[in-house]
Nanobody, 126 residues
Framework: VQLQASGGGLVQAGGSLKLSCIAS??????????MGWFRQVPGKEREFVAA????????YYSDSVKGRFTISKDNGYNTMSLTMNSLKPEDTGDYYC??????????????????WGQGTQVTVSS
């Protein structure tokens, strides 16, 4: 599986951005798989942002983005999106999309994810 993230950019505080992640695979994305977004700033570990279970669409958000970010998916196009509203300077970072295949593993732990896309940079100015 290959993942490609896009949509990052520079935005003022209070603004919005929409990130997309396209999954390319010769097989299929299983309904039990989790697709997630993490972000990372230099010198810090990758931080969980949001995730969605591919089949039922169950979502989970970090407390820091709940109510401001919305994760969604389009099964027909193997695409996951992250709509980010009311952006804050602390949302700045490189955003990565990933896939977790094994059920029962924690959604919020980056080392549990099997595939990663390249990062897309988000910069929120104050």
């Amino acid at each position: 599986v290959q993942l490609q993230a896009s949509g990052g950019g520079l935005v003022q505080a209070g603004g919005s951005l929409k990130l997309s992640c396209i999954a390319s695979t010769s097989g299929r994305i299983f309904s039990s798989w989790i697709m997630g977004w993490f972000r990372q700033v230099p010198g810090k570990e990758r931080e969980f942002v949001a995730a969605i279970r591919w089949g039922p669409g169950t979502t989970y958000y970090s407390d820091s983005v709940k109510g401001r970010f919305t994760i969604s998916k389009d099964n027909g196009y193997n695409t996951m999106s992250l709509t980010m509203n009311s952006l804050k300077p602390e949302d700045t970072g490189d955003y990565y999309c990933g896939i977790l295949r094994q059920t029962g593993m924690g959604w919020t732990t980056s080392r549990n994810y099997d595939y990663w896309g390249q990062g897309t940079q988000v910069t929120v100015s104050s």
